[in-house]
T-cell receptor
Framework: AAGVIQSPRHLIKEKRETATLKCYPI?????VYWYQQGPGQDPQFLIS???????DKGSIPDRFSAQQFSDYHSELNMSSLELGDSALYFC???????????FGQGTRLTVV | KQEVTQIPAALSVPEGENLVLNCSFT??????LQWFRQDPGKGLTSLLL?????REQTSGRLNASLDKSSGRSTLYIAASQPGDSATYLC??????????????FGQGTILTVHP
């Protein structure tokens, strides 16, 4: 069965650079969630989209922005990167009629 | 604000032992509760999902229970194996909106099963 696809799997950026993470949800899933997991931390909710509109917002820095496109894939844009942005970034997708969200394998971002 | 706590933070057991991981949450208004497994530096593998109307779910050697009124869940692992070594995360989806996949995670239990 198709799963949530995240790209890239690994990304190394320098401080003050910009990074773009992509998430391709399971087919027919209309909702996407983004999470950040710092080293030794539990995943923290950043932001979510339903039918291309932002549906909820968590502890997402102002330097970050995200959107969901017409094909339901989502991108998380991170600017002015800081060392503390180094983390695993997870995307999850869900169909509105089902309460279970499915997670991708994550993108590991390292800021040097 | 929902808070999820997992006890113990770490657990080391010999192979073959049955074990219980505990999870508690402060707000009982949840859609569901989910247990995940995470290997070091890897993604989240969903183990079991319990809807708020359910009391337990089973998959192989795993059994998860939910007592929503008391804000508690347990994950029971039978006949543990070294391959079970990982971090186990409990997460709840809060009711009151449509963001079912907006989860609040616990800090996890680091499980080590030694041969």
């Amino acid at each position: 069965a198709a799963g949530v696809i995240q790209s890239p799997r690994h990304l190394i950026k320098e401080k003050r650079e910009t990074a773009t993470l992509k998430c391709y949800p399971i087919p027919r899933h209309d909702t996407v969630y983004w999470y950040q997991q710092g080293p030794g931390q539990d995943p923290q909710f950043l932001i979510s989209f339903y039918e291309k509109m932002q549906s909820d917002k968590g502890s997402i820095p102002d330097r970050f922005s995200a959107q969901q496109f017409s094909d339901y894939h989502s991108e998380l844009n991170m600017s002015s990167l800081e060392l503390g942005d180094s983390a695993l970034y997870f995307c999850a997708s869900q169909n509105f009629m089902n309460t279970e969200a499915f997670f991708g394998q994550g993108t590991r971002l390292t800021v040097v | 604000k929902q808070e999820v706590t997992q006890i113990p933070a770490a657990l080391s057991v010999p192979e073959g032992e049955n074990l219980v991981l505990n999870c508690s949450f402060t707000d009982s208004a949840i859609y569901n509760l989910q247990w995940f497994r995470q290997d070091p530096g890897k993604g989240l593998t969903s183990l079991l999902l319990i809807q708020s109307s359910q009391r337990e779910q089973t998959s192989g050697r795993l059994n998860a229970s939910l007592d929503k009124s008391s804000g508690r869940s347990t994950l029971y692992i039978a006949a543990s194996q070294p391959g079970d070594s990982a971090t186990y995360l409990c997460a709840v989806s809060n009711a009151g909106g449509t963001s079912y996949g907006k989860l609040t995670f616990g800090q996890g239990t680091i499980l080590t099963v030694h041969p």
